[in-house]
């Protein structure tokens, strides 16, 4: 499966919501089900608004930081929804607390 595949399946939350359960990596799972929650959202709608948001507004880094991820991981699948997911997290605590840095991912 390609990249541009895989983050358009993950754009659809029915899509994220069985990827991030078949992972079956729990505090992945409780990370996003915890962002999720401050929104209203599913795990797998908060996942699929990630993947979105990453695509449109991902820095070039951030691009790289993803497929260097992939490389080096045995699962890239679980690598690119670690990076989007613990970016849109990072993000979105970065907006709702000023002066806090961005996180990134050793996936």
């Given at each position: 499966m390609t990249l541009g595949a895989l983050i358009a399946q993950l754009g659809n939350e029915s899509?994220?919501?069985?990827t991030i359960e078949a992972l079956g990596d729990l505090v992945l799972y409780t990370e996003i089900a915890?962002?999720?929650e401050k929104y209203g959202e599913t795990p797998g709608?908060?996942?699929a608004s990630s993947v979105g948001q990453f695509a449109t507004e991902a820095a070039d880094e951030e691009w790289l930081g993803l497929i260097a991820a992939m490389e080096r991981s045995a699962d890239p699948?679980?690598?690119?929804?670690?990076?989007?997911?613990r970016w849109a997290i990072a993000r979105?605590?970065?907006?709702?607390?000023?002066?806090?840095?961005?996180?990134?991912c050793e996936t």
């Open positions: 899509d994220a919501s069985a915890t962002a999720a709608e908060y996942l699948g679980k690598a690119v929804i670690c990076r989007i997911s979105d605590q970065a907006q709702e607390e000023p002066g806090t840095a961005a996180c990134s």
